[in-house]
């Protein structure tokens, strides 16, 4: 089947077995491999993209069904050579460990953030609730988007657990 | 460009995440090669039966598909080679009979992954079903007995003064503290404990691409792994190549808490394909497959009983437990209860008599998990710690105390004749007793019970082991000889100055988010004083690195860490000497440090690496008769293993309504020697206490009597989320070890090994006023509503 979608704001086109996850048309047809699948079945959100700006696990829909899409994958949030906010968050704050369930954290961070500019440290913990990440505990993942949180609302971000970070 | 010039002991931003943020790192289900196929297997819905037939004549008329592979086409190669094969060794498709529910009975191989799910399905199995032999108690009766050609369902029993016959002659406690518990003054607590069967679920998948190259003659296996050196060396063993003809390349690893330690059937199995189709073959699990094709981890029932005096002096420490293998034996599987072993005794110089029996059941193969043995052990004896203490009304921190070993004992020998190194642990609890202000919070809990609420406070401290030595270990089984890879636990590191002054240090470690470019990098700039962003540190890949063990037991840093600093001292000694020549100085004055060396007293008289790369590779400019290049290599074998330690306080709430349990703090002093750098260390304790959480609060590998896995997806097998878990407020000491030139102990497995039992410990603590003694893990609401039922009605 023909399919056609924006997806970090270039048009693309495929022709899909009718069953293809929007997961496996990102990473193989578009060759976009920064979302990753960790279960396929809706619970680890390690294929969490934007579809119309909303966090949506793409493991969750057929690439038919995303026709007209306007998709952001990891692989669009940095700008040229600046990283998204929630991107030097997650670096800034060790928010990541084996990156395995970065892309999708980041993602979801993201749009955490659009929708609330000052979440409280339980608001983050709930709303990455649908993302799992075995390594970090989430401890500097929530440190990571209250960094970022704080860069976007032009603010400095609260000190990290440590003293000092060089360079 | 910034230059970071690091020091060991500083915050360093790491060098793996701007890929990783960035959706640009590689793991090997983003590696596409041209041509490739694509595998899927067929499982048995059974635990186990005979198979009777295997038609595979549907699934090959499917379009796209080039083979079915059973084990017909493969018997020749042997069973799956294991390190430790003690037991069943696992056939690389079920050989007649199955022995686990999603045993691999046979592999498709097809154009693409929608051909080979179809064909997996389009295979016909017959299968004439047998009894099966699932729970541990039952399986250790031998009713029914798993394997024709093994005397037992038990294959081994480890007893802690008998566990290494011939070179330890070790005395037998079981005397004395059969004596001790005669004493009329004596109290004996005992307790029946299950330590569950854990899944242990990184987040990603295992997945392996095989390439083998009939021109090259030589295969080359992208496989998610933690050992890539052993898995080349089982490759080549199976095939009867030599090593240097098979290249595994381990790129990103997306988690691995041990279950990457392994040398996995489907790794043999593409490559086996790969040379009979010509053409590169991959698989990738699918999660609830996972639970069937990647190892699972501990799964004991034991008792611990301990015998002391009121006043809290312990004359004996026993535990009698059975260990869980599944029904084949991989890498380690039956040796999993020693590492156990080496901590039964944990920090307490007291008389121990252990004894676990490794029993084949029918359900997937166990082996190690985050901790390996070692968070079992901890559990049994800190909860028995904490029963006595109940029992004889005392302080659990002043319990532990009275029984450790003190500073003045170290180097201290535990009773099953091994040395640790050095600690100080009554100093380490005292500092966390005092941090936590442990008086003030069980002030709050006294507050709490006047109110009605339930707060509980827990408390344990553990002893681990890391950085397996002396290589003598090597005969034990503690190397890869079991893959063709004679060996023992040592570490390697190469350091290469390239001729434009940048460096390269090759390290035979399998990182899987540990951090080890940053950390190696920072040892390294550290010596020689090149820039965080000129060093670049390449590791799992078997043809670019020298001979590596990988990344399990918390050995990296301690071992392989140390190796790159001796490899990174000889680059030194002879870079001091090029750096004589050039400043017409003396070698012993030349200082390391921001991009180049110069001479002590007068740093303004100095030259850039990129000056001293120059001299290196150009003999002709350096001192007469003086080799070119330089780099050098370096072995580090331990003289010891490491024994870091420490004392975590969790506080808990439950709802005894639900039975909900609420992580009110959580609370850690480690020490794990010398810190690298204490952002990397927290992070690792931070990942470590959560699955220790996890063990303690939600998950658990469930089999039904018939041996089916009912918990073999993510909804079944609830992990913690970001909103199970509080913030971890964390501390240290530092008690350096001299068994590497690093000082330091080693942080992957402490969180995991001390953090389970102060969980039950604390829940425990607040239902004690109802009544309750020991709640098992998981702790779900249910369970915990049903202890306080039973303790009620008690
Ligand atoms: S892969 Fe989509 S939620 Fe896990
Ligand atoms: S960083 Fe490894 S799963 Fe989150």
Redesign the interface.
């Known amino acids: 089947m023909k399919v056609s979608m924006t997806v970090n704001g270039r048009l693309v086109n495929g022709d899909v077995e009718p069953r293809t996850l929007l997961v496996h048309f990102i990473r193989e047809e578009l060759a976009l491999t920064g979302t990753h699948i960790g279960c396929e079945t809706s619970y680890c959100g390690a294929c969490t993209v934007h579809v119309d700006g909303e966090a949506t696990k793409s493991c969750t829909m057929l690439a038919v069904q995303a026709e007209g899409a306007d998709i952001m994958t990891i692989e669009g949030m940095a700008k040229g050579d600046e990283l998204h906010p929630v991107q030097e968050g997650f670096w800034e704050r060790h928010g990541l460990q084996c990156g395995y369930c970065t892309p999708g954290m980041i993602m979801s961070g993201a749009a955490l953030i659009a929708a609330n500019p000052s979440p409280t440290e339980d608001e983050i913990r709930h709303g990455i609730e649908g993302n799992l990440c075995r390594c970090t505990g989430y401890h500097n993942i929530v440190k990571s988007i209250e960094y970022a949180a704080a860069k976007m609302r032009g603010e400095t971000p609260p000190p990290a657990d440590w003293e000092e970070v060089s360079a | 460009m ?1 230059a ?1 010039m ?1 020091q060991v002991g ?5 060098k ?12 090997v ?2 590696i ?1 090669l041209n041509g490739e196929l694509t595998a899927a297997f067929v499982r048995s819905p059974f635990a186990r039966a005979r198979i009777t037939s295997i038609d595979t004549s549907a699934a090959l008329a499917i379009p796209g598909v080039r083979a079915v592979y059973t084990i017909e086409d493969v018997r020749s190669l042997g069973p799956l080679l294991a390190q430790i094969p003690i037991g069943k060794l696992r056939p690389l498709l079920a050989d007649g009979v199955v022995n686990h529910v999603g045993e691999a009975v046979a592999m498709v191989v097809a154009e693409n992954r ?1 051909q080979a799910q179809d064909a997996a399905e389009a295979v016909l199995v017959e299968y004439d079903q047998l009894p099966a032999s699932v729970g541990l108690k039952f399986s250790a009766t031998d009713e029914v007995k798993i394997h024709d050609d093994l005397d037992s369902n038990i294959l081994h029993t480890w007893v802690s003064h008998d566990w290494w016959p011939g070179v330890f002659e070790l005395e037998d406690h079981r005397p004395a503290i059969a004596a001790a518990k005669e004493r009329d003054d004596v109290v004996i607590v005992s307790q029946e404990m299950v330590n569950q069967r854990l899944i242990p ?5 295992r997945a392996v691409l095989a390439d083998w190259s009939h021109g090259y003659d030589r295969v080359t296996l992208y496989t998610s792994s933690q050992i890539p050196h052993a898995v080349a060396g089982a490759i080549a063993k199976t095939f009867g190549l030599p090593v240097n003809g098979v290249h595994v390349i381990a790129p ?6 041990g279950c990457k330690l392994n040398v996995y059937p489907d790794e043999v199995l593409v490559c086996f394909a790969s040379h009979k189709l010509e053409a590169p073959v991959r698989w990738t699990e ?3 497959e996972a639970g069937y094709s990647t190892i699972h981890g501990r799964g004991w029932i034991g008792t611990a009983t301990i015998t002391g005096t009121r006043d809290g002096e312990i004359l004996g420490y026993e535990l009698d437990a059975l260990a869980d293998m599944g029904a084949y034996s991989q890498n380690f599987t039956v040796a999993i209860p020693v590492l156990g072993l080496y901590v039964a005794s944990g920090q307490y110089n007291i008389p121990l008599a252990w004894s676990v029996k490794c029993v084949a059941t029918n359900t997937q193969t166990t082996d190690a998990y985050r901790g390996a043995g070692r968070p079992e052990a901890a559990y049994y004896l800190e909860r028995a710690i904490d029963m006595f203490a109940t029992e004889i009304g005392m302080h659990p921190g002043d319990v532990r105390k009275k029984n450790f070993f003190k500073k003045e004992d170290f180097p201290a020998t535990v009773p099953i004749g091994l040395t640790m190194d050095s600690g100080d642990y009554v100093t380490n609890l005292d500092k966390l007793l005092e941090s936590s202000d442990y008086a003030g919070l069980k002030a709050m809990q006294t507050q709490a019970r006047s109110e009605g609420r339930y707060v509980g406070v827990g408390l344990s401290t553990y002893v681990e082991v890391c950085g397996f030595g002396p290589s003598i270990l090597a005969e034990f089984g503690f190397g890869w000889d079991g893959y063709g890879l004679p060996s023992s636990f040592s570490g390697s590191g190469l350091v290469r100055i390239n001729p434009d002054g940048s460096a390269t240090v090759f390290i035979g470690t399998g990182p ?4 080890h470019e940053t950390t190696w990098a920072q040892i390294v700039s550290d010596r020689l004083g090149i820039a965080m962003e000129m060093i670049r540190v390449a590791h799992g890949d078997t043809t670019d690195s020298p001979m590596g063990i990988g990344t399990f037991g918390s050995r990296s840093a301690a071992v392989d860490g140390a190796a790159t600093y001796e490899a990174a001292e000889k680059v030194r000694s002879k870079a001091s000497e090029l750096v004589a020549h050039m400043l017409e100085a003396s070698a012993e004055d030349v200082r390391f440090a921001d991009g180049g060396a110069h001479i002590v007293g007068t740093p303004g008289h100095k030259v850039t690496w990129a000056e001293i790369a120059e001299v290196a590779y150009k003999p002709h400019k350096g001192p007469e008769g003086m080799e070119a290049g330089l780099e050098a290599h370096a072995v580090f074998s331990p003289g010891n293993a490491t024994w870091p330690f420490g004392s975590h306080i969790a506080v808990v709430e439950v709802d005894v309504e639900t039975g909900n349990v609420d992580i009110l703090r959580y609370l850690a002093m480690d020490d794990c020697g010398n810190v690298i750098n ?3 260390v ?2 690792q304790l ?6 220790g959480i996890g063990q303690a609060l939600f998950e658990e590998a469930v089999y039904d009597e018939n041996g089916n896995l009912l918990s073999g ?3 079944d097998y609830p ?5 199970d ?1 509080p ?2 407020e ?1 501390d240290r000491t530092v008690t350096p070890t001299d068994v590497n030139p690093l000082g330091v102990k080693g942080i992957g497995e402490a ?1 995991t090994i001390g953090s389970a039992q102060t969980l039950v410990n604390a829940v425990v603590d607040a239902l004690s006023p109802l009544g309750v003694k020991h709640i098992d893990m998981p702790m779900r609401p249910k369970k915990v509503w049903q202890a306080i039922q039973d303790a009620q009605e008690a």
């Not at chain 2, 500083?10 to 790491?14: A, H, K, M, N, S």
């Not at chain 2, 793996?16 to 793991?27: F, K, M, N, T």
């Not at chain 2, 990103?252 to 808490?257: I, L, N, S």
């Open positions: 910034t970071t690091s500083g915050i360093v931003r790491r793996e995440d701007p890929a990783l943020i960035q959706g640009r790192g590689v793991y289900d983003d596409k929608y679920v990184a987040i990603e998948p990103e690893v997306g988690g691995g808490f699918t999660r609830r899987s988010g540990q951090g204490p952002m990397i927290d992070g931070h990942g470590g206490i959560a699955q997806s993510l909804v992990l913690p989320t970001a909103s878990l913030m971890f964390l969180g």
